[in-house]
């Protein structure tokens, strides 16, 4: 069982930044691929950035690139999501999320946090 608090979301105006933190509990973080999802009002829940167990493979979604980035500290049990340069478009809840294989869907995590919004104001 792995259980994940998600913190760091906010209000913050185009062009801006934040950090994302996600904390997780439980002794096997590290070996679990971890990953950011997102949730607009009226919209589907879609895939943002994942991280591999290592930290050597990252993934994002075209409309992050270049923007966010992924990081994981697993002395600390934590995974992180710095986000520049942001939009009003990438305002939403933003949802943390675990599994074995450090996929881009949903089907792929099986341990969800209860997301933190994020709003951006233009």
């Known amino acids: 069982q792995v259980q994940l608090v998600e913190s760091g979301g906010g209000l913050v105006q185009a062009g801006g930044s934040l950090r994302l933190s996600c904390a997780a509990s439980?002794?096997?973080?590290?070996?679990?691929?971890m990953a950011w999802f997102r949730q607009a009002p009226g919209k589907e829940r879609e895939f943002v950035s994942s991280i591999s167990w290592s930290s050597i493979n990252t993934y994002y979604a075209d409309s992050v690139k270049g923007r966010f980035t992924i990081s994981r500290d697993n002395a600390k049990n934590t995974v992180y999501l710095q986000m520049n340069s942001l939009k009003p478009e990438d305002t939403a809840v933003y949802y943390c999320a675990a599994g074995s294989k450090v996929g881009g869907s949903k089907d792929d995590y099986n341990y969800w946090g209860q997301g933190t919004q994020v709003t951006v104001s233009s």
């Open positions: 439980g002794r096997t973080f590290s070996s679990y691929a």
